[in-house]
């Protein structure tokens, strides 16, 4: 099915782009008129998948991450958030609530919070080539609220 509006967007993964990454995919699921949790679920959800490109993908380098959005009929947003840094060997265990790679003061819970935000989450990864994370939620919007 082909969007009815789409949006692309390449930053760099460097920390200060995070709040960036998803002050744009926010702004543009705005014309779905998402509710405040809505609106709140997404930006969380697009941080998570941000911040893993950053602190994962480029552990140690700079390197670029592809934001692509579109818009579908029934209020449906997907959000594809690409980088071409190390990938995941094991993407099962890597989705494990509590499983890093990092330790330290890293949670182990990004997956978990992209899952409990969005309706569906998929995750492909090849080593050494990347991983692309598949983000999508259906908006309710404003009228859900009453």
């Given at each position: 099915m082909k969007p009815l509006n789409e949006m692309r967007l390449k930053i760099e993964s460097r920390s200060v782009n995070e709040a960036f990454g998803r002050?744009?995919?926010a702004a543009f699921a705005a014309q779905l008129d998402p509710n405040v949790e809505e609106i709140?679920?997404?930006?969380?959800?697009?941080?998570e998948a941000v911040t893993n490109c950053i602190v994962h993908a480029y552990a140690n380098s700079v390197g670029p991450i592809y934001i692509w959005s579109g818009i579908y009929e029934n209020g449906i947003i997907k959000i594809k958030i690409r980088d071409s840094g190390c990938g995941i060997e094991d993407v099962r265990?890597?989705?494990?609530?509590?499983?890093?790679?990092?330790?330290?003061?890293?949670a182990g819970l990004?997956?978990?919070v992209m899952e409990s935000f969005c309706d569906k989450v998929r995750v492909r990864s090849k080593k050494g080539i990347g991983t692309v994370?598949?983000?999508e939620k259906r908006i309710k919007g404003r009228d859900s609220d009453a």
């Open positions: 002050s744009v995919v709140s679920d997404i930006r969380t959800a697009v941080s265990k890597a989705m494990e609530p509590l499983y890093t790679t990092l330790g330290g003061e890293r990004g997956f978990a994370v598949t983000l």
